[in-house]
């Protein structure tokens, strides 16, 4: 019991200290098996204590590096300045130009709407930025379509402005080239198969001169209009130089009178005068 007793002194600071408050006096030093045990008892509760403390410091530990390590993800998330995100940095693009960084979705819209204006040299978003987006850099990034649209942009500014001219069908709008000192006048569109002037850059007038054409009010240009001026031709019909009234003479002399109430000549469509010679 002597031995267990100097080997607990010895390594247990808390129980030296209630040996100590034992002491009544210097000539009564002793302690009892009973008190010893209880004691004993004591320090094993108080041990056990301390391990489950331990144990259950680790999770929350756990947690704390859980929590860095989402913080360290988060870190590695890249940030677009347009759409306002964070997204992994293989859904980023970098201009190479200005070194600006934004998400592959919102410069693929940006190349879009500029090449909807026929812009072939994309300046990059950022505010000021003058840096331009290359066509094979962007090539592995943007959609088929845009990549497609922007080609044709860029093939259309290597060709001189006198040399184009468009499908005046506004559902077509094709481009064409002339690359030919000669005037081209009645043309087929090579994309929608229509016939049309390019020397008035409107659907075909058949038969109706370009410089008479021109001559006709904004009004008398649609093909139902000019449809009625082939007919009257083939027809002979006369007009009113006034209200521009068609008209047909049966019988009679060429003395004509509009129900606008002018009096013009059939044949030369001038207006009459007692003086007139036709």
């Not at 500029?114 to 040299?121: D, L, S, V, Y």
């Not at 005046?168 to 481009?175: G, L, T």
């Not at 003479?249 to 129900?259: A, P, V």
Request: with cysteine; hydrophobic share 30%.
């Amino acid at each position: 019991m002597a031995k267990e007793s100097a080997l607990d002194l010895s390594c247990d600071d808390f129980y030296l200290s209630l040996l100590f408050d034992e002491i009544e006096d210097e000539e009564n030093f002793s302690i009892s098996d009973e008190k010893y045990a209880e004691e004993l008892q004591f320090q094993e509760v108080l041990m056990a204590s301390t391990s489950i403390q331990n144990s259950t410091s680790s999770p929350a530990l756990s947690l704390r590096e859980a929590e860095e390590s989402d913080e360290e993800g988060e870190s590695s998330l890249s940030f677009c300045e347009i759409c306002a995100e964070r997204k992994e940095s293989d859904e980023m693009f970098t201009i190479e130009t200005c070194s600006h960084i934004f998400c592959t979705d919102c410069i693929s819209k940006h190349v879009a709407t500029k090449i909807q204006e026929n812009i072939h040299a994309v300046t990059c978003p950022g505010v000021a930025c003058r840096g331009i987006l290359d066509f094979e850099t962007c090539s592995s990034t943007m959609p088929k379509e845009v990549l497609s649209r922007w080609d044709e942009v860029l093939c259309e500014s290597l060709i001189l402005a006198s040399q184009k001219f468009y499908c005046p069908y506004k559902d077509c709008s094709a481009m064409l080239v002339n690359d030919s000192d000669e005037i081209i006048r009645e043309s087929e569109c090579p994309s929608c198969w229509r016939l049309f002037c390019a020397q008035c850059n409107v659907p075909w007038h058949s038969g109706v001169e370009c410089e008479e054409f021109q001559r006709l009010n904004a009004d008398e240009r649609d093909r139902e209009d000019l449809m009625v001026r082939e007919l009257a031709k083939a027809k002979h019909w006369g007009r009113c130089p006034h209200c521009k009234f068609f008209v047909e003479k049966t019988e009679g002399c060429l003395h004509m009178t509009c129900r606008c109430g002018s009096q013009f000549c059939y044949k030369c469509g001038v207006t009459w005068t007692i003086h007139h010679a036709c």
